[in-house]
């Protein structure tokens, strides 16, 4: 099964959490709080893009998101975030 948003809007794939903190500690499920702020561009709806056609993102593209937006879904057991454009805040490069 596949994603495809609509209109202006992206989905984005949560980048896996650290299992390990850089000292080597393992840390349990409990320890890891909330999910990033923070994805991979997995899907790009027709409308995100600026008055001259150029995309504002891309499908590969690591981005930073506002940290209550989106929808959550679950497709093939892997959660993704549908969010508006604008909830979009940069691009990591």
Not at 29 to 41: L, R, S
């Amino acid at each position: 099964m596949s994603i495809k948003p609509l209109k202006n809007k992206v989905a984005v794939k949560y980048f896996e959490e650290e299992e390990k903190t850089k000292g080597g500690i393992v840390l349990p499920d409990t320890a890891k709080g909330e999910k990033p702020q923070m994805g991979e561009i997995v899907a790009v709806g027709s409308e995100c893009c600026n008055e001259d056609g150029e995309a504002y993102v891309k499908v590969g593209d690591k981005v930073v998101f506002d940290k209550y937006a989106g929808t959550k879904v679950n497709i093939d057991e892997t959660e993704y975030i549908i969010l508006s454009i604008d909830d979009v805040l940069a691009v990591i490069e």
